[in-house]
């Protein structure tokens, strides 16, 4: 089955408190996580709550990985998103879970894209706007 991007649901579970709380660490722990998995980033944009409780976004030419934590429960909810088969999100993944020492972890795969059985381009280009009556006319980028 091919399918234009690997979604991972990543359940962290039993971390370290501190570094949940820690606006720094989990800013570099979710970049961090992307350069592991060879992806590019392309912004990154994280928000502290009070008392406690972050949410970020890196967003990579892959796609993109978030995260949301709960320092009083010892919790984050992790989505690793990347588009085509050249970025690894497990490797991401286990990055994760031992950055934040998860000691409890748990992942789910979806493939996201099936469109069909054969093999598909993640990036396209256009040489006009697209319209429902050019879609013939894409071009594929290799």
Known sequence: MHALGTHLLLELRDCNPKTLSDLQFVT??????AL???????????????PFGISGMVVIAE?????????????????VFTCGDLIKPQVAAKFLIEQFQSKNPSLVEIKRGVLGHEKLPHKVTLQEPFTHDRAEELQVVH
Do not use: Q, R
Not at 28 to 33: C, T
């Open 28 to 33: 570099d722990a979710m970049k961090n996580a």
């Open 36 to 50: 592991e998995a060879k992806a590019t980033i392309v912004e990154v944009v994280f928000h502290e709550f009070s």
């Open 63 to 79: 796609s993109h990985l978030a995260i949301h934590t709960w320092p009083e429960y010892g919790y984050a909810a992790v989505d």
